[in-house]
Every structure is written in structure tokens, then in C-alpha cells.
Nanobody, 128 residues
């Protein structure tokens, strides 16, 4: 059974940082690309960042570029998202999603690409 379990969310002040984790199990983690997506209250899903199977290729939405960093540890079957310089517009439920491909050469493929599984999410709230 494929499982994706996010953690690390919480309440943080503007300008603060968080590190999200996504623990994966039930499949060969190192064979697949992943993305983080988020959903703010009352809004649709927004793609945030994607990473290829070996971590060499990473892509970001313009809204988070330069502030967020995606990474992975294939030995630990874990995906990460470092969130820095947070602002109130980053408040959302964050989900990790598994793609059905290994990697891609552009952000569009990650943002529009098919995903096979999504975790239950971890809430990030940015507020003073």
C-alpha cells in the first residue's frame, strides 16, 4: 500500500521558517518524482515545487522561488520542503504528491503532471 505522511507544519510568525517532511512507504521511493502542492482556505490546489527522482532537478512556483527549498533523501524515503521568509499568503494545507514519472526538464511538467497519490496534508499557518 502506498503511503505518504506529511509532518512539520505549525503556526509561525511572518518571516519565520518551517521544515515539512513527507515519509513515503509501499513503493520504490527513489524511482519517482514528487511535488508539493498547497491549498489555502477557500482556494484551489496550487503547485508549489517539484523534484526529480535523484534530486538533481528542482522547480518552484514563482510565488515561492527563492524562499522555499525542496529536497529528498532516498535512503530515508523522505521528501522535504524548507519554508523560509514565510508570509501570511503562505498559509495553507501542504500536501506531498507522487508523480508517475521519474523526472522532467521543466516546471510545467511537474505542475500539470499526473499524480498518483497524495498525503493527508500538514497545516501551515503564518500569523502574527
Amino acid at each position: 500500500e502506498v503511503r505518504l505522511v506529511e509532518s512539520g507544519g505549525g503556526l509561525v510568525r511572518p518571516g519565520g521558517s518551517l521544515r515539512l517532511s513527507c515519509a513515503a512507504s509501499g513503493f520504490d521511493f527513489g524511482d519517482y518524482a514528487f511535488s508539493w502542492v498547497r491549498q489555502a482556505p477557500g482556494k484551489g490546489l496550487e503547485w508549489v515545487s517539484g523534484i526529480g527522482f535523484d534530486g538533481r532537478r528542482t522547480f518552484y512556483a514563482e510565488s515561492v522561488s527563492g524562499r522555499f527549498t525542496i529536497s529528498r533523501d532516498n535512503a530515508k524515503n523522505t521528501l522535504y520542503l524548507q519554508l523560509d521568509s514565510l508570509n501570511t499568503e503562505d498559509t495553507a494545507m501542504y500536501y506531498c504528491t507522487k508523480h508517475d514519472f521519474a523526472t522532467a526538464s521543466d516546471a510545467f511538467t511537474f505542475s500539470a503532471g499526473e499524480t498518483t497519490h497524495r498525503g493527508q496534508g500538514t497545516q501551515v499557518t503564518v500569523s502574527s
